[in-house]
């Protein structure tokens, strides 16, 4: 099976420039996305329990959860869609059904973690993590699970947090053995710890590195990340973060003033909105429909 979007994300992250993804949640996320240019997406499983649980990211949503969100995203639209897998939703034989079940519905790349269950985010303390042998583990069942030998599958260690840098690097490299074709070095201290890991692996292997605002590693721009050794970098919050918070004062000057009036210049209009999803397009489509 063809996954031209995989294939679309390998060019990318070859180019000499680091490959930017921005955060989505749902299709109108992605589509903004796209909209604005970028090459690839990053569907953050954060922000999907942010949005659709209003929850925080504690291992609650679901193996379907995320499947029927991706399904919604590829409806919509075409760009790589790299999926955060979390841990693959339990063992081994969860994860191939997890990999079975994203690249049917469209997922470009697959990120699969080492923390066991429940999981939590990354950027929180307390995690636990699994053997790095049953990592390795996970990684083969995954690469066995795909239809497409294009689908990229993204091995991530919390290890730093538990156990150090120096761990992580070696469950990195062991991933990487294992045949992990992205890896993503989760939550680094500082910038010293960054360029360690790109001096480590990103002469061998594409690396990942993600930019949480507020979180534990420095937010860097995506050309010293580049510079550093990285070649993908990831805002999986930001999109949540920026609408919670207009959202949150939307509210409140409708609370205070009864009218949103004052607020006609920071929102689309009915017909901005419409032609953002392309409402005309598909009115003419229906037209060709009709008797």
Known sequence: MENKAAHQLVEAIAGAQPVIAPGCYDALTALLIEQAGFSCAYLSG?????????????????LTEVADTIGCIRDRVSLPLIVDGDNGFGNA?????????????????????????????GHLEGKRLIPAAEMCGKIR??????????????????????????????????????????????????????????????????????????????VL??????????????????????????????????KRDGTTDSLRDRMNDFSQINALIGTDAMLSLAERYEP
């Open 46 to 62: 954060a922000s999907i329990a942010f949005t659709r649980l209003g929850r925080p990211d504690l291992g609650l949503t679901t």
């Open 93 to 121: 034989l969860n994860v191939q059904r997890t990999v079975q079940l994203f690249e049917n519905r469209g997922a470009s790349a697959i990120q699969l973690e080492d923390q066991q269950m429940p999981k939590r985010c």
């Open 221 to 254: 721009p995506a050309a010293e990340l580049g510079e550093l050794g990285f070649k993908i970098v990831i805002f999986p919050g930001a999109m949540v973060r920026v609408l919670s918070r207009a959202g949150a004062e939307y509210l409140q000057v409708l």
């Open 141 to 218: 069942a995954a690469l066995d699970a795909r239809r497409s030998d294009e689908t990229l599958i993204i091995a991530r260690t919390d290890a730093v947090a538990v156990e150090g840098l120096a761990a992580a690097l070696e469950r990195a490299e062991a991933y990487r053995e294992a045949g992990a074709q992205i890896l993503f070095v989760e939550s680094p201290g500082d910038r010293a710890e960054l360029q360690q890991i790109g001096a480590a692996l990103g002469d061998r292997i594409p690396l990942l590195a993600n930019m949480v605002e507020g979180g534990k590693t420095p």
